[in-house]
């Protein structure tokens, strides 16, 4: 958890990598968290903290480069939990795994490795499971 300055109220990082587009938003987190970004190789525009209707302070542009500023400078500092999918054959290189303990997983259809497209997009009682390949979507916790 961060430093609690007096008078503040200590708030979490929620840390999402390369399944941000799948992470609701921070105003559902907003009074608890503020949800942080990984650098796991997703190079467009990020979504930026909430400040006003009228006014941003957030270096955005119309070309949906991205911009460093939005990451985590120090991931096992900085992140309390992390959302992330584990895919089968995937090897994670953006934070060390070892030093998060998985709070919960649940299954979750692997895209690459699931070939059959029928089976992507549809779920048929007993044939699905022999030909679908699940990963892990999990919620980490620091240790």
């Known amino acids: ?12 990082n ?10 609701p938003c921070s105003l559902f987190v907003s009074d608890v968290a503020d949800i942080k970004w990984i650098d796991a190789g997703f190079d467009g525009q990020l979504p930026a903290a909430f400040e006003a209707t009228n006014v941003t302070h957030q270096p955005f542009n119309d070309r949906n480069k991205g911009d460093s500023s939005r990451f985590v400078t120090d991931v096992a500092l900085q992140c309390d939990y992390i959302i992330d999918l584990w895919e089968t054959n995937a090897v994670i290189q953006s934070y060390d795994v070892q030093q998060y303990a998985v709070v919960h997983k649940m299954p979750f259809l692997d895209r690459s490795a699931t070939h059959s497209g029928i ?22 916790e620091r240790k």
Do not use: A
């Open 1 to 12: 958890q961060q430093q609690q300055q007096p008078g503040m109220v200590s708030r979490t």
């Open 14 to 23: 929620i840390c999402v990598g390369m399944e941000w587009y799948r992470v």
């Open 119 to 140: 089976f992507r997009s549809f779920y048929i009682p007993m044939i699905s499971d022999m030909r679908v390949v699940y990963g892990d979507y999990v919620f980490l």
